[in-house]
Antibody, heavy 117, light 107 residues
């Protein structure tokens, strides 16, 4: 069974770049859409984007100018970079898998990222 | 973007109650539709995919229905562990979008 674990800095200053990594264990990275989602404190879920193992990506247009998702199949990791962060980017960031049916069936535990001066 | 609108935003119910949550998409999405349950401090959990298919391991008291633009999640007999926030999501097109959530609280 695939398991996911997010890692990365929990505190950033405005204008810095958010960098998170999701490590995949227990299964192949050569399947699924590897997805990033975020949830601001007390609010709902926002889809950031996904990457396939081939490297093809799809981003939320609301973040597209600032987002890059990449994958390293040899390390079984995929990563999120979000540039020029502001307080509005403060959220719990989740990595997840989207299976062939379209559901996000496996989630990491989430990592809180706070943007504050 | 496809907008997903859930109702109600919150509800109070008792153990044993039948609970229904609805979600409407701003355009037709066939059955590319999913339901999630989220408990405080935890990641969301997939309950229903393809509008009506029960994810493995999810109790059978949960069921989903609908196609096109209107969808329903039903909890047949609410259990203490079901008090949580529920989200709908469309997987018809990108960007994937979620409903605003329905918080199910104890009456």
């Amino acid at each position: 069974q695939v398991q996911l674990q997010e890692s990365g800095p929990g505190l950033l200053k405005p204008s810095e770049t958010l960098s998170l990594t999701c490590t995949v264990s227990g299964g192949s990275i050569r399947s699924y859409h590897w997805t990033w989602i975020r949830q601001p404190p007390g609010k709902g879920l926002e889809w950031i984007g996904y990457i396939y193992y081939s490297g093809s990506t799809n981003y939320n247009p609301s973040l597209k100018s600032r987002v890059t998702i990449s994958i390293d199949t040899s390390k079984k990791q995929f990563s999120l970079k979000l540039t020029s962060v502001t307080a509005a980017d403060t959220a719990v960031y989740y990595c997840a898998t989207e299976d062939g049916e379209g559901g996000l069936n496996i989630w990491g535990q989430g990592t809180m990222v706070t943007v504050s001066s | 973007d496809i907008q997903m609108t859930q109702s109600p935003s919150s509800l109070s119910a008792s153990v044993g109650d039948r609970v229904t949550i609805t979600c409407r998409a701003s355009q037709t999405i066939s059955t590319y539709f999913n339901w999630y349950q989220q408990k405080p401090g935890k990641a969301p959990k997939l309950l229903i995919y393809g509008a009506s298919s029960l994810q493995s391991g999810v109790p059978s008291r949960f069921s989903g229905s609908g196609t096109g633009t209107d969808f329903t999640l039903t909890i047949r007999s609410l259990q203490p562990e079901d008090f949580a926030t529920y989200y709908c999501q469309q997987s018809y097109s990108t960007p994937r979008t979620f409903g605003q959530g329905t918080k199910v609280e104890i009456k």
